[in-house]
Every structure is written in C-alpha cells, then in structure tokens.
C-alpha cells in the first residue's frame, strides 16, 4: 500500500476541495466525498448490512461503533430505530454522520452524536442497546 509506505493513512486530508455528493443507498441519502480523503465516506462492501440493519432495527435502541460517518446509523434510523447512538473518535467524521442523519431528516435526541474513544466510553457506559454494529479500524493513528 503506497500510502503506509508513505507513512500516510486512509484518513488523511488529499485534498481540501470540500466537494460532496449525495448519493442514495436503498432509502438512505448519504454525502461522499471522492476528491479529499482516500476513502469517499461509504464503505461500498457494507451496504447489504446496511440493508439488514435497517430491516432488523424497527423499535430497538441501536448502536453504532468506530462509526465513520454514520451511515449504519442513518439506515437503522430509517427502518424505525427507536434511537441510535453514534459511536467515533473522529470529530470530523462525526459531523459528516450529523449531516448525513440530518439528510435523511433523522434529528432531535432520539440520534445522539458521541465524540469518545469507543473502548474507554464502553468501560463507562451504562446503557443497554437492542442492535450493535462494530466496524473498527485495523490501525488508526488518527488524532481527535
């Protein structure tokens, strides 16, 4: 991979065009972004959990770990979650879920936004969630 050679990682800035794309996934609209970092904001090889999330979510409380730009969350909101909790150490990519819930007119405190380090906040988390989705990084020298 030229980019570990390069001591660079996926989630790096290449650029700072700024330029999103609203894209539908099934019955989601998503924002990607394909000029400014390696990856474009959806992980194309999820979309049939996506699908199944939002399928298996009706009434439950749902939780979205390492989440990336919240697009399990959005199709788990979609498909009737009573909540959704949305889980990344990444500032920047939790406002881009926040854009992305809100697209999709998923707002309000029902969709909660946690900026945390997902296993310290699981060590200090009480709550209990009926549907959890985990997709951690394999490496991530990512800062907050």
């Not at 399990?72 to 990344?88: E, F, I, K, P």
């Not at 900026?115 to 310290?120: E, H, I, N, P, T």
Request: aromatic residues 12%.
């Amino acid at each position: 991979n030229v980019y570990k050679r390069q001591g660079k990682n996926q989630y790096q800035k290449m650029a700072e065009k700024g330029d999103f794309i609203e894209v539908q996934e099934y019955n989601a609209r998503l924002w990607v972004n394909l000029t400014d970092y390696l990856d474009t904001g959806l992980f194309l090889d999820h979309r049939i959990a996506r699908r199944m999330l939002g399928q298996m979510s009706k009434g439950k409380d749902f939780l979205n770990l390492f989440s990336y730009t919240g697009s399990a969350s959005v199709h788990a909101g979609l498909g009737g979650a009573r909540s959704t909790t949305t889980v990344d150490m990444s500032r920047t990519y939790l406002e881009w879920a926040e854009r992305n819930l809100r697209l999709n007119g998923l707002t309000g405190r029902a969709h909660r936004l946690m900026q945390a380090d997902v296993l310290g906040w699981l060590r200090e988390s009480t709550e209990q969630f009926d549907l959890i989705f985990i997709d951690p990084p394999t490496f991530s020298n990512s800062k907050r």
